[in-house]
T-cell receptor
Framework: ELKVEQNPLFLSMQEGKNYTIYCNYSTTSDRLYWYRQDPGKSLESLFVLLSNGAVKQEGRLMASLDTKARLSTLHITAAVHDLSATYFC?????????FGTGTSLTVIP | DAGVIQSPRHEVTEMGQEVTLRCKPISGHNSLFWYRQTMMRGLELLIYFNNNVPIDDSGMPEDRFSAKMPNASFSTLKIQPSEPRDSAVYFCASLPGSYNSPLHFGNGTRLTVT
């Protein structure tokens, strides 16, 4: 059974600080996605990573993919309160998407 | 584009009643997924369709759950009879035929079974 593990599960960080969320998965795949979910809302696509070494950046968020290590990271730079949300990674094995457990991020002023 | 449309947004029902959740995928998308989200189990894939045909329903918890996709623009997820442990947020998501696209999620249906 494919496993997608994120850590940490909960993250409380101060504004202005940097941190990284990790996503490990247990099968071969070169397609990985990051989503954001605000409380009570739907999931919004953030990044699409399609090959080994792929790096995408949007504002204070940067995502990368290492398919050999089966690892993706979501790096937060100089966090701001608006980034408070739950972040999910999802592995695509060919029209099946397996989601990680989610990382609940709280940015404290 | 209106995005993936789900209805109702909220559903409160009593144990034993039948519940039907509805989903309209994005026009032109040819795959549709039903997920269930709970605090305890996270996001679980229940079933997915490709070109209106169920491909994998191994995530459907038990026979009380059934899903249909009679045409490319409509799908239902039915629970009969409902139980309190079915309380969750149910998401529908669709996917275009092009490779390497993320899932597009609807706003979800929050189901409460008392």
């Amino acid at each position: 059974e494919l496993k997608v593990e994120q850590n940490p599960l909960f993250l409380s960080m101060q504004e202005g600080k940097n941190y990284t969320i990790y996503c490990n998965y247990s099968t071969t795949s070169d397609r990985l996605y990051w989503y954001r979910q605000d409380p009570g809302k739907s999931l919004e696509s953030l990044f699409v990573l399609l090959s080994n070494g792929a790096v995408k950046q949007e504002g204070r968020l940067m995502a990368s993919l290492d398919t050999k290590a089966r690892l993706s990271t979501l790096h937060i730079t100089a966090a701001v309160h608006d980034l408070s949300a739950t972040y999910f990674c999802a592995v695509d094995t060919g029209n099946q998407f397996y989601f990680g457990t989610g990382t609940s991020l709280t940015v404290i002023p | 584009d209106a995005g993936v449309i789900q209805s109702p947004r909220h559903e409160v029902t009593e144990m034993g009643q039948e519940v039907t959740l509805r989903c309209k995928p994005i026009s032109g998308h040819n795959s549709l997924f039903w997920y269930r989200q709970t605090m305890m189990r996270g996001l679980e894939l229940l079933i997915y369709f490709n070109n209106n045909v169920p491909i994998d329903d191994s995530g459907m918890p038990e026979d009380r759950f059934s899903a249909k996709m009679p045409n490319a623009s409509f799908s239902t997820l039915k629970i009969q009879p409902s139980e309190p442990r079915d309380s969750a947020v149910y998401f529908c998501a669709s996917l275009p035929g092009s490779y390497n696209s993320p899932l597009h999620f609807g706003n979800g249906t929050r189901l409460t079974v008392t």
